[in-house]
């Protein structure tokens, strides 16, 4: 008899889990990934990543909030699934295809945390993810490169700050190094190769 109430005790601790789980995965579902709960978005100041899938946006954590108030502002990244998978199917991509893309945006996600490099943007809070989107939290930043360069796609309104922006020869010399500095730190250090080296996915 005592050996079937532990049994019978273990069975209903095991589906008390189950059932945890599967309310908490409904939940940010229906409300969304972790960062969209901690911070109020100002405004989009930019996209960036592969194809500019990401949207940058300026934010604050909430009030009551306990996130770590490291950063008066801080950049909430915002990557909408839903799109990503209907701009798949209209340029005719399969379904592996998009899984793989989003494989790939996970692991480098996990890649940035443990990453220590001023020319490296810094994470503040991790990936996590919904059904419809995925969300991560850095260190403020101003755009991409890309769009410094006037390359303005997936940026529902184009900040006055980037119209027409020009760099200056010292600014492209000095980007160029942090570039090269920050990937002789990825090869040599971390033993990591990046071999996606491109404005868009190069922050400021």
Same mark, same amino acid.
């Given at each position: 008899?005592?050996?079937?109430?532990?049994?019978?005790?273990?069975?209903?601790?095991?589906?008390?889990?189950?059932?945890?789980?599967?309310?908490?995965?409904?939940?940010?579902?229906?409300?969304?990934?972790?960062?969209?709960?901690?911070?109020?978005?100002?405004?989009?100041?930019?996209?960036?990543?592969?194809?500019?899938?990401?949207?940058?946006?300026?934010?604050?954590?909430?009030?009551?909030?306990?996130?770590?108030?490291?950063?008066?502002?801080?950049?909430?990244?915002?990557?909408?699934?839903?799109?990503?998978?209907?701009?798949?199917?209209? #340029?005719?991509?399969?379904?592996?295809?998009?899984?793989?893309?989003?494989?790939?945006?996970?692991?480098?996600?996990?890649?940035?945390?443990?990453?220590?490099?001023?020319?490296?943007?810094?994470?503040?809070?991790?990936?996590?993810?919904?059904?419809?989107?995925?969300?991560?939290?850095?260190?403020?930043?101003?755009?991409?490169?890309?769009?410094?360069?006037?390359?303005?796609?997936?940026?529902?309104?184009?900040?006055?700050?980037?119209?027409?922006?020009?760099?200056?020869?010292?600014?492209?010399?000095?980007?160029?190094?942090?570039?090269?500095?920050?990937?002789?730190?990825?090869?040599?250090?971390?033993? #990591?190769?990046?071999?996606?080296?491109?404005?868009?996915?190069?922050?400021?």
């Amino acid at each position: 008899m005592a050996m079937n109430m532990k049994t019978l005790t273990q069975a209903l601790a095991k589906t008390a889990a189950v059932i945890e789980k599967t309310v908490q995965t409904t939940v940010q579902d229906v409300t969304g990934p972790k960062p969209l709960h901690d911070y109020d978005l100002l405004h989009q100041i930019g996209s960036a990543g592969p194809g500019l899938a990401w949207k940058l946006y300026s934010a604050k954590s909430r009030s009551g909030s306990s996130i770590s108030h490291q950063y008066p502002t801080v950049c909430v990244w915002l990557l909408d699934k839903r799109s990503l998978s209907e701009a798949r199917t209209r #340029l005719g991509l399969s379904k592996a295809a998009e899984d793989s893309f989003f494989g790939v945006v996970r692991a480098d996600a996990a890649r940035l945390v443990r990453i220590r490099h001023p020319g490296v943007v810094h994470v503040v809070q991790a990936l996590d993810e919904s059904k419809n989107a995925m969300a991560m939290v850095t260190e403020p930043l101003y755009a991409s490169i890309a769009n410094a360069l006037g390359d303005f796609g997936n940026i529902d309104q184009v900040p006055k700050e980037l119209n027409g922006m020009e760099m200056s020869l010292l600014e492209v010399k000095h980007g160029l190094l942090q570039v090269a500095e920050s990937l002789d730190f990825l090869h040599n250090n971390a033993h #990591l190769v990046h071999r996606a080296i491109s404005p868009e996915v190069s922050c400021s």
